[in-house]
């Protein structure tokens, strides 16, 4: 843009356009008159007064907000790779033009279905920086053969891959090299960097504890927002408990447990809002319909997952960006796991970002309850794009940022914790 800022434009829901700001802000382009595109902040419906237009595609200009811009070229190159078992992968390299060596970031996905080329927009934004990015679609989804799976160590052996793949690309203009797994990607990103050299690893919004543990976080997150009591979400955790075991036991066992917490509570006043991760999808259905529907969800996912053990003998450094709010993958567990290997001397700097939530947004809350987002974290993107770099620049937004033991000092405050 002509005040030397990156601004990102990419595909969005129902025809629409969406772009996003290194600072966190972003908005929804729909199209009106006179080609103009028309912004409403975040995900909101309220207009923001950024009306948009755009120069033909062979050009690559733009107006936003009456401040012109011009398109920045990447150089781009598109290749297929093999992942575990020779399965077929596609992805993408996209860096900085010119001959200069820069750090690379392999985005690893998390649990969606869609495809990463597609909707990832770390991919451009990183590169827009001066940050290398590699993107791929993970087996199961886009262009990539395969069938979908959350087995985490599948995953980690194709992430293994693409970051042997986007070294060879890059060839002499690889500098540091590391993963970013958002989500589900923040137990695939620390595996895969146990069986193979990176020289960082930064997680979004990821956890330390198991799946099986997720969901009993978030029902207790919940249930705590509406005015719960412990007492109550003991109760509520056996059901929880009884899902989990259903889901751990590929659908073989547990029915007779979650018949009889429903049978006990399903008249007590806090039963309704009883959520978690995935309790609320079997929560409504019979022992038979959970048989027949959850067929369709068994994607060998780990239940019982030990993150605390592969995090325990990884030495990489790592950043983890967690939002204090995220009401998905409650971070309070994992912050305190992190903390602990801190303690003990590992290379873990955490970063807590107040009123954000699942994917580092923050958000309003509505009259019903419900959570309406507004924005990204300030701070977010600028603190993964100096992690990449090796730079430290804090403060970031409104961070609360933790640092390996022992902290760094004044001196080494524009070095990477």
């Not at 009106?32 to 062979?58: H, I, L």
């Not at 690559?60 to 012109?68: E, K, L, S, V, Y």
């Not at 985490?152 to 693409?162: E, T």
């Not at 958000?363 to 309406?372: E, H, K, P, T, V």
Request: charged share 25%; net charge negative; hydrophobic share 35%.
């Amino acid at each position: 843009m002509a005040d030397g800022s990156s601004l990102d434009i990419a595909p969005g829901d129902d025809g629409a356009l969406r772009w996003r700001r290194i600072d966190g802000t972003t908005g929804k382009l729909t199209h009106g008159q006179n080609d103009v595109w028309t912004s409403t902040a975040g995900w909101t419906p309220r207009p923001d007064g950024k009306d948009v237009s755009f120069t033909d595609c062979a050009k690559g200009g733009i107006t936003f907000g009456g401040m012109a811009g011009q398109r920045i070229h990447f150089d781009v190159q598109e290749v297929e790779f093999k992942g575990e078992g020779g399965t077929r992968l596609v992805g993408r390299l996209i860096l900085p033009e010119g001959k200069a060596k820069v750090p690379i970031v392999v985005l690893i996905h998390g649990s969606e279905h869609d495809s990463a080329r597609i909707d990832d927009h770390m991919q451009r934004q990183l590169p827009a920086e001066g940050v290398g990015a590699f993107v791929y679609d993970k087996r199961g989804t886009g262009g990539s053969d395969g069938t979908y799976t959350q087995d985490y160590s599948v995953l980690a052996n194709d992430a293994v891959a693409a970051v042997k793949e986007a070294r060879a690309l890059a060839g002499a203009r690889a500098g540091r090299v590391g993963f970013r797994g958002g989500s589900q990607g923040g137990w695939v990103a620390p595996l895969a960097a146990t069986r193979t050299r990176v020289d960082f690893v930064m997680v979004g919004y990821g956890l330390a504890i198991s799946p099986l543990e997720e969901d009993r976080e978030a029902v207790a997150f919940q249930l705590r927002l509406k005015g719960y009591d412990q007492a109550t979400i003991d109760k509520a955790w056996e059901i929880s408990d009884a899902i989990g075991l259903i889901l751990s036991s590929q659908l073989t066992q547990g029915y007779e447990q979650l018949d009889a917490a429903r049978n006990k509570y399903r008249n007590e006043p806090w039963y309704k809002d009883v959520r978690g991760d995935f309790s609320y999808l079997v929560l409504p259905y019979s022992a038979d319909e959970v048989r027949e529907k959850g067929k369709a969800f068994m994607f060998h996912t780990p239940w019982h997952y030990d993150s605390m053990a592969v995090l325990r003998k990884l030495t990489t450094p790592q950043l983890w960006m967690l939002g204090e709010d995220d009401i998905d993958a409650p971070s309070g567990e994992t912050l305190r796991r992190l903390k602990s290997l801190q303690a003990q001397g590992l290379p873990i700097t955490t970063a807590l970002f107040p009123h954000a939530e699942h994917g580092m947004t923050e958000f309003q809350l509505q009259a019903d309850g419900s959570r309406l987002s507004t924005r990204y974290s300030e701070g977010y993107m600028r603190m993964t794009i100096d992690y990449a770099l090796g730079q430290w620049h804090a403060p970031y937004g409104a961070s609360q940022v933790s640092y390996p033991r022992p902290a760094p000092g004044p001196a080494k405050t524009a070095q990477t914790p």
